[in-house]
């Protein structure tokens, strides 16, 4: 036992070539600082941070003050300084950098749980193991290496795996409403309206989630699979607006070839100190915890909930990439305990449009907007209040259903799940109807 220990400990602390690793995190943090720059030149951080008036918290994240507005622009720009230092810098200056983009990315992302993206997380997970891992020589343990390639790798397998499901690969949802959407596109579009298409999408994108990792991994058909990055990614990019998400996983890609590709190209980076660093005990049980942890937790979706995409329980931090058309339309009715009168209120009056939306679909957000407006008017009129919900959701071209039971005080209300009627894609198939 102690001899395999010591041979698996011996591979893992090898050094491997850290040209590559340097490219990538030259680009990642011109890619991260360039993402937070274009937020406040497209004008986005008004409907993000600076409109709403009501802002969705994450309950595990509630002890994280709120950014002031005032701070929103300067949290962006120095934010971008960190990432740029996080992808050239070396040493203390390389992880300083790290972590003042990690402060700023992370208290942003925070502000407000409509926000939410997979890939802001993601930029999120890689940011902090750049930050950490030994980088900064010639070489780095090989472990450093196949941890950025695992963290890579479990988006993957786990976005395939949440893909296997039947609205996925039997009815082709929700790529059919969105192929149809897209179907005007110059030289897409054609393809798109072919009725096979949104079946063939799906299976295609599963089967490549599912295995791209591995492609990439092996030699003899890493030049294939580069081909197939570039074109999964480069069509997502061109049919959804996901933000950055293609041009990371596109640079991710780079993490699976030679890590001497870079030297093969002529490129002679600077070494500032002798990397490498070797798998002691500490240091493997850390690594095993963390792997664990990124392997296990998106899948709690299946001890929370009944259906991921009906009650979206586990969704967040999941990496459940676009497997759901969700519409709602959510209205609440509050009335003050043993009175009859009732006072009818539009989400709308009190978010943004942005986070109304967002919100419709969400049973956990829907409740939280329901309290707060129910804590509001108790304490206007001076007793206690009841608060009920009509939200109608339609769920890949069903027909809507409401999601909560009627008779739910939301301010009351102790367990989700069983306030929530059953998910219609346990008794109904998608509608097929055209997308105008």
Not at 120 to 133: E, I, M, N, S
Not at 192 to 211: E, K, N
Not at 241 to 252: E, R
Request: charged share 20%; proline share 7%; hydrophobic share 50%.
């Amino acid at each position: 036992m102690r001899a395999r220990w010591e041979q698996l400990a011996g591979w893992a602390g090898a050094p491997e070539d850290g040209a590559s690793v340097r490219v990538y995190r030259a680009l990642i943090g011109l890619l991260l600082a360039g993402a937070l720059v274009r937020l406040h030149l497209t004008g986005w951080t008004g409907p993000l941070f600076l409109e709403p008036t009501f802002r969705f918290e994450y309950e595990a994240f509630a002890f994280v003050p709120v950014i002031p507005k005032a701070l929103v622009p300067w949290a962006l720009a120095v934010g971008a300084v960190g990432a740029v230092v996080l992808g050239f810098g070396a040493g203390m200056a390389r992880r300083l950098g790290g972590v003042v983009f990690l402060a700023c990315f992370g208290w942003l992302k925070l502000y407000d749980v409509t926000n939410y993206l997979n890939h802001d997380y993601l930029a999120f997970l890689l940011g902090a193991l750049l930050t950490v891992l030994p980088l900064d020589g010639p070489s780095l343990p090989r472990w450093a290496l196949w941890l950025l390639r695992f963290q890579v790798g479990v988006v993957y397998v786990h976005a395939g795996l949440a893909k296997v499901n039947t609205d996925w690969l039997v009815h082709g949802q929700p790529l059919e409403t969105w192929f149809a959407a897209n179907r005007g596109l110059p030289v897409l579009g054609p393809l798109l309206a072919l009725p096979f298409a949104p079946l063939l999408g799906s299976w295609a994108a599963c089967l490549y989630d599912l295995t791209i990792p591995f492609w990439l991994s092996a030699r003899r058909t890493r030049p294939f699979a580069l081909v197939a990055v570039l074109v999964f990614h480069g069509a997502t990019h061109a049919l959804f607006d996901i933000g950055i998400f293609p041009f990371l996983m596109t640079l991710n890609a780079t993490l699976f070839l030679d890590p001497s590709w870079p030297r093969r190209l002529g490129w002679r980076p600077v070494a500032v100190a002798q990397g490498g660093r070797p798998l002691g005990a500490a240091l493997a049980v850390g690594l095993a915890m963390y792997v664990a942890f990124q392997a296990l937790f998106p899948l709690r979706s299946h001890l929370l909930g009944d259906d991921v995409l009906w009650d979206e329980q586990g969704m967040r931090w999941s990496w459940k990439v676009m497997l759901r058309e969700k519409n709602g339309a959510v209205s609440y009715r509050v009335r003050a305990k043993g009175e009859t009168r009732e006072w009818q209120i539009d989400p709308r009056d009190v978010l943004t449009a942005r986070q109304a939306n967002e919100m419709s679909g969400q049973p956990d957000l829907i409740v939280q907007l329901g309290r707060h407006l129910g804590r509001d008017l108790a304490q206007k009129l001076g007793r206690p209040v009841e608060v009920f919900v009509d939200a109608r959701v339609s769920l890949n071209r069903r027909a809507p259903r409401l999601l909560f039971k009627p008779e739910v005080d939301l301010m009351t209300l102790e367990n989700l799940r069983q306030a929530l009627n059953e998910s219609p894609r346990r008794a109904s198939s998608p509608e097929s109807v055209a997308v105008r």
